[in-house]
């Protein structure tokens, strides 16, 4: 069952959270997969975990929605710099949720500069999650 559409329960989010700041026309580039923002890893979470040692990393942060309000049983992972935007967030319940405001599968795919958040640890996560869900 999916509570992809039940947004009172994931979260409450903002339109257009950047509205006419200087962030906004980074976000809204004509290819903004090549665009880098910095986001922060939140100590101690399942996603800064995944990254040992990694404080802050360059990710696409591409979007032009924002978390406002968590939900219930959902914890910040990420937050971007400077403007403490939610990047990331994961539900504490028995299945595997991760939202994350960026692209992993560009950043896992190609050589990456050290200073990007390598999107392989996330995409070897979820699918070792998936096995174990199909009894693998």
Avoid at 18 to 44: D, F, H, W
Avoid at 48 to 58: H, Q
Wanted: net charge neutral; proline share 8%.
């Amino acid at each position: 069952m999916t509570r992809e559409f039940d947004k009172d329960y994931w979260e409450r989010h903002w339109e257009q959270p950047y509205g006419n700041r200087p962030e906004a026309a980074t976000k809204n580039a004509p290819n903004p997969y090549l665009i880098r923002a910095t986001s922060s890893l939140v100590p101690g979470t399942a996603l800064a975990d995944l990254y040992p040692g990694v404080l802050r990393a360059k990710i696409n942060s591409i979007h032009h929605q924002a978390v406002k309000d968590l939900g219930r049983d959902l914890q910040v992972q990420a937050l971007g710099e400077p403007d403490g935007i939610i990047e990331a967030i994961r539900w504490s319940g028995p299945s595997y949720v991760l939202g994350i405001q960026w692209h992993p599968e560009f950043l896992a795919l190609r050589a990456h500069d050290p200073s990007e958040l390598d999107g392989g640890p996330i995409r070897r996560e979820f699918l070792a999650c998936a096995r174990a869900r199909r009894g693998d």
